[in-house]
């Protein structure tokens, strides 16, 4: 049967008409129709991301100004619409960037810019736009000021999605009682079904940006964060992308465009981190799989036959005999005294050789004369002869006769000295020595063709390769893949990187493949870590800052990790837990993703950061986590942040985090820094309940106890306060009044029985003036009492004491900080 397609060709004009068909759309046209994927698939989550957009935008604003941001958002109920108002107090935008601010999608000024910021693509605030537009048919209504202007601007406008340009239907000059900043109404059709994931963003906002004031109104609610420091963050820089993780196509689009000629200068000015020692390592690094290594052979041990000075004078004629016995000798001399020689090498000592025996001896050792002296002494080194096959298919190996006598080459001896160290001992001798023939019949093979033997390391393991399998084949004997890998790292590890100059960079531009060699080269080479100044950071005592704002708990923990690299882009993962206190208790944890200071408060399921909190074992850190899997239970916030230049969000919407195992390893170590932290007070608390636990039978018992040995004893009670204190190893602290003519001598002492030195925080409220204290207390008055303050360091076992004198009449109170309240006994 014949196809549809196969009869397209038949019918004239086909393809012309198909043709005609074929156009260009903008991208505002495709997101008119794909703005779900921006984050505006309903009515509920689209007033969400209007939103988050506004405030995202006016927070960057703002801190880039150096201004603390405040940021009023208002939500209006109109029928079945809502009305959106959005104000800050930023720089403001100046007249002729305002409109495409707002109407036209990528346009921004950051997209290129490697540095951490909240929008990247200029996109977020103009898809707001461009929704309100399409769900209420009105414009946008934006009023800014710059600082120091008299007056603002005022414009009305929609985004033109044939063009993606703003068609501005006002624009006016209008007062405003705001010095600086920027405010945006938009009005679209929407509901509040999201009002939970609404007041989540702005508490949320407000724990990881502790710097900016935010208030939300909205018609059943109203909220007021204050800021909890005034502290900015970090100003950014924008860097160079960092060679790590940087991909082909982008360092072929790099070297298309950068103005160096050499890979050198190329590798310094385009990528961070990379002087010129690091350049030189990346260039060896590159030399190694474009060129390969060389082998290096160990030259002639002295109860060896191979006279090298009798080589060379064999290969040079005609230069009279003390010149050329000074020539040989001289390159004798030299390669004596390397332990291994490669080929590159000897060339240099022949060189030198001939310069030295030139000056001294004025004979010419011209090109050919050289040539013919390293070819004859580099033979000698790996005693190959020509006419001797050494790599037999049929499994001869070259090196052994037929009675089994060994009658090596120079390079089998070689070859079986690295083979025998690097593979199990429990491999027979034979074998080796079998396989070693076998592979050095290789590197005669490559004498054919490249007498330096220089090979790159895929094809020096294809050379072991081939020699394992035609050991296992004819000797019957696994020579797997260790022993392969192992000799392969043995060889490549006495072999040395040439010298050869790298291409040019005009040169590298036109050859993919010797581009992906130095990417390779680059990604191999140990490179310093990205500078962190292109970040900005929360920083641990910021995150728990934020998190005592907004959650009243028992316990803050956090953690910043050091930068790493993603694709060329420097990220920070940064992890803090709040516990117990007014955390809600029942069900699973509640886990705070945010990507540069933003709250992402959609697709928790999607998220890289989701999938890590799960495959943690929280029961090691004191979570219960029913099955060992999943998100934990219990009175816990854990919260995670990734600041990153570029941060690899799933989709355009930037709900959720991708799956990049550098980010997830990072917000792994990140989580369980914290959870140490976490772990340690639990610990701590439940030793301190059982603790609480033992004091409380003991002061139940120890009274009754006494009141017995008293019946008995027919004596007064004995005072078991400070029996409780030794028995559970507490710090006492212990007044003692004494009457002294007209007034009292108090002594106010600390008995240390813990195991440990402790530091303690006294207060003893006196209600009259004390007199004749130590120089160590201090004494503050205050509303006709007197706070006498003493902070003394004890050891364990030992004892210090506070005295002073009071009026009779006079009444105490003591407080004492320092000690946790189950290791610590207060006798007034």
Same mark, same amino acid.
């Given at each position: 049967?014949t196809s549809?397609q196969?009869?397209l060709?038949?019918e004239p004009?086909?393809?012309?008409e198909l043709?005609?068909?074929?156009?260009?759309?903008?991208?505002?046209e495709?997101?008119?129709k794909?703005k779900?994927?921006?984050?505006?698939?309903s009515?509920a989550?689209?007033?969400?991301?209007a939103?988050?957009?506004a405030?995202?935008?006016?927070?960057?604003?703002a801190?880039?100004?150096?201004?603390l941001?405040?940021i009023y958002v208002e939500i209006?109920?109109?029928?079945?619409?809502?009305?959106?108002?959005?104000?800050?107090?930023g720089?403001g935008?100046?007249?002729?960037?305002l409109?495409?601010?707002?109407?036209?999608?990528?346009?921004g000024s950051?997209?290129?810019?490697?540095?951490?910021s909240r929008?990247q693509?200029?996109?977020?605030?103009?898809?707001a736009?461009l929704?309100s537009q399409?769900t209420?048919?009105?414009p946008a209504?934006?009023t800014?000021r710059?600082?120091?202007?008299?007056?603002?601007q005022?414009f009305e406008?929609i985004?033109?999605?044939?063009d993606?340009?703003?068609?501005i239907?006002v624009d006016?000059?209008?007062?405003w009682?705001?010095?600086?900043?920027?405010?945006?109404e938009?009005?679209m059709?929407?509901?509040?079904r999201a009002?939970?994931?609404?007041?989540?963003?702005i508490?949320?906002?407000a724990?990881?940006?502790p710097?900016?004031?935010?208030?939300l109104?909205?018609?059943?609610?109203q909220f007021?964060f204050?800021?909890?420091t005034?502290?900015?963050?970090?100003?950014t820089?924008t860097?160079?992308p960092?060679?790590?993780g940087v991909?082909l196509?982008?360092v072929?689009k790099m070297?298309?465009?950068t103005d160096s000629?050499t890979v050198s200068g190329?590798l310094q000015?385009?990528?961070?981190?990379?002087g010129?020692k690091?350049a030189?390592s990346?260039?060896?690094?590159?030399?190694?799989?474009h060129y390969?290594?060389?082998?290096?052979?160990?030259p002639?041990?002295?109860?060896e036959s191979?006279?090298?000075?009798?080589v060379v004078s064999g290969a040079?004629?005609?230069?009279?005999?003390e010149?050329?016995?000074a020539f040989?000798?001289?390159i004798g001399?030299?390669?004596d005294e390397y332990?291994r020689?490669?080929h590159?090498?000897l060339?240099?000592v022949?060189?030198v050789?001939a310069?030295e025996?030139?000056?001294?001896h004025?004979t010419t050792f011209?090109?050919?004369?050289?040539e013919n002296?390293?070819?004859a002494?580099w033979?000698?080194?790996?005693?190959?002869?020509?006419?001797?096959?050494?790599?037999?298919?049929a499994?001869?190996?070259?090196g052994?006769d037929a009675?089994?006598?060994?009658?090596?080459?120079r390079?089998?001896a070689?070859l079986?000295?690295?083979?025998d160290?690097?593979t199990?001992?429990?491999?027979d001798?034979?074998?080796?020595?079998a396989?070693a023939?076998?592979?050095?019949?290789?590197?005669e093979?490559e004498?054919e063709t490249?007498?330096?033997h220089r090979l790159?390391?895929d094809r020096?393991?294809?050379h072991?390769?081939r020699?394992a399998e035609?050991t296992?084949?004819?000797d019957d004997v696994?020579?797997?893949?260790?022993a392969r890998?192992n000799?392969?790292?043995?060889?490549w590890?006495?072999m040395?990187t040439v010298p050869?100059d790298?291409p040019l960079?005009r040169?590298l531009?036109?050859d993919?493949?010797?581009?992906?060699?130095?990417?390779?080269?680059m990604r191999?080479?140990d490179i310093?870590a990205?500078p962190?100044?292109?970040?900005?950071?929360i920083?641990?005592?910021?995150?728990r800052?934020?998190? @005592?704002? *907004?959650?009243?708990? !028992?316990?803050?923990?956090? $953690?910043? &990790?050091?930068?790493? %690299?993603h694709?060329?882009?420097?990220?920070v993962v940064e992890?803090?837990i709040?516990?117990?206190g007014?955390? @809600?208790? *029942?069900?699973?944890? !509640?886990v705070l993703?945010? $990507?540069n &200071?933003v709250p992402? %408060?959609?697709?928790?399921?999607?998220?890289?950061t989701?999938d890590?909190v799960k495959s943690?074992g929280w029961?090691n850190y004191?979570?219960?986590?029913?099955g060992?899997?999943g998100?934990?239970?219990?009175p816990? %916030?854990?919260?995670i942040?990734v600041a990153?230049?570029n941060v690899?969000?799933?989709?355009e919407s930037?709900?959720?985090?991708?799956?990049?195992?550098?980010?997830e390893?990072?917000?792994?170590?990140a989580?369980?820094?914290?959870a140490?932290?976490?772990?340690?007070?639990l610990?701590?608390?439940?030793?301190?309940?059982?603790?609480?636990?033992?004091?409380?039978v003991?002061?139940?018992i120890?009274p009754e106890m006494a009141?017995?040995v008293a019946?008995v004893t027919?004596?007064?009670?004995p005072?078991i306060?400070?029996a409780?204190?030794?028995?559970?190893?507490?710090?006492l602290?212990?007044?003692?009044i004494?009457e002294n003519?007209?007034?009292?001598?108090?002594s106010?002492v600390?008995e240390?029985?813990?195991?440990?030195?402790?530091?303690l925080?006294?207060t003893?409220?006196?209600?009259a003036e004390?007199t004749?204290?130590?120089?160590?207390?201090?004494?503050v008055e205050?509303d006709?009492?007197?706070?006498?303050?003493?902070e003394?360091d004890?050891?364990s076992?030992?004892?210090?004491?506070?005295e002073y004198?009071?009026?009779?009449?006079?009444?105490?109170d003591?407080?004492?900080k320092?000690?946790?309240?189950e290791k610590?006994?207060?006798?007034?």
């Open positions: 049967m549809f196969s009869t060709g038949d004009g086909i393809a012309e043709a005609e068909n074929q156009q260009a759309i903008s991208i505002a495709f997101f008119e794909n779900h994927m921006l984050g505006f698939d009515g989550r689209g007033l969400v991301t939103v988050k957009e405030v995202d935008n006016a927070l960057d604003a801190e880039e100004a150096g201004i941001p405040d209006q109920e109109d029928g079945d619409y809502y009305r959106l108002i959005v104000e800050d107090n720089p935008i100046t007249k002729e960037s409109p495409k601010v707002f109407g036209k999608l990528l346009y950051r997209f290129h810019a490697r540095e951490q929008g693509q200029g996109i977020g605030i103009s898809a736009v929704y399409l209420s048919g009105k209504k934006i800014s710059t600082q120091g202007a008299s007056e603002a005022y406008l985004v033109d999605t044939d993606n340009e703003p068609e239907s006016r000059t209008t007062s009682d705001r010095p600086h900043g920027t405010r945006i938009l009005e059709e929407a509901n509040m009002r939970q994931q609404l007041h989540d963003y508490k949320h906002t724990v990881v940006n710097h900016a004031r935010l208030e109104r909205e018609p059943k609610a007021k204050e800021r909890a005034d502290q900015l963050p970090e100003e820089e860097i160079r960092h060679p790590h991909e196509g982008t072929m070297l298309a465009r000629q190329f000015e385009e990528f961070t981190r990379v010129k690091t030189e990346i260039i060896d690094a590159f030399r190694d799989r390969g290594r060389e082998m290096r052979w160990r002639p041990a002295a109860h191979i006279d090298l000075e009798t040079t004629a005609n230069k009279g005999r010149a050329t016995a040989a000798d001289a001399e030299a390669v332990d020689i490669a590159h090498e060339l240099d022949v060189d050789a310069d025996v030139e000056a001294e004025g011209g090109t050919t004369v050289r002296a390293v070819d002494v033979r000698a080194l790996i005693d190959a002869p020509e006419d001797e096959d050494a790599n037999d298919e499994g001869v190996d070259g052994t009675e089994g006598a060994h009658d090596e080459s390079l089998v070689e079986y000295g690295l083979a160290e690097a199990s001992t429990r491999k001798d034979e074998v080796v020595r396989f023939s076998r592979l050095a019949g290789k590197f093979d004498t490249d007498l330096r790159t390391r020096l393991r294809e072991v390769d020699a035609l296992e084949e004819y696994a020579f797997g893949e260790t890998e000799v392969t790292e043995a060889i590890d006495v040395v050869d790298p960079v040169e531009d036109d993919r493949d010797a581009t992906s060699d130095l990417v390779d080269g191999a080479t310093m990205p962190t100044r292109c970040l900005a950071p920083t641990d005592e910021l995150i800052a934020g998190l @005592e704002k *907004e959650f009243d708990a !028992d316990f803050y923990s956090a $953690a910043t &990790r050091d930068a790493e %690299v694709g060329g882009d420097p990220f992890a803090g709040a516990y117990g007014d955390v @809600e208790a *029942e069900g699973s944890v !509640d993703r945010f $990507a &200071r992402l %408060v959609y697709q928790r399921g999607a998220c890289a989701t890590v943690i029961r004191g979570l219960d986590q029913p060992g899997s998100l934990p239970n219990g816990a %916030v854990i919260m942040h990153s230049t690899p969000f799933t989709s930037k709900d959720a985090v991708a799956n990049v195992p550098e980010i390893d990072e917000i792994e170590l989580i369980r820094e914290a140490r932290e976490l772990k340690s007070y610990n701590k608390r439940r030793s301190m309940q059982k603790r609480r636990k033992k004091q409380n003991l002061g139940k120890l009141e017995k019946e027919d004596r007064p009670e005072n306060d400070d409780i204190a030794r028995i559970m190893n507490n710090v602290v212990e007044r003692r004494e003519g007209d007034g009292q001598a108090v106010v600390v240390n029985n813990s195991n440990t030195n402790e530091s925080e006294i003893d409220i006196v209600s004390p004749d204290l130590p120089g160590g207390a201090t004494v205050m006709g009492e007197w706070f006498v303050k003493w003394p004890v050891s076992g030992d004892e210090a004491a506070l004198e009071v009026p009779d009449d006079a009444t105490f003591l407080d004492v320092g000690v946790e309240s610590l006994t207060v006798k007034q």
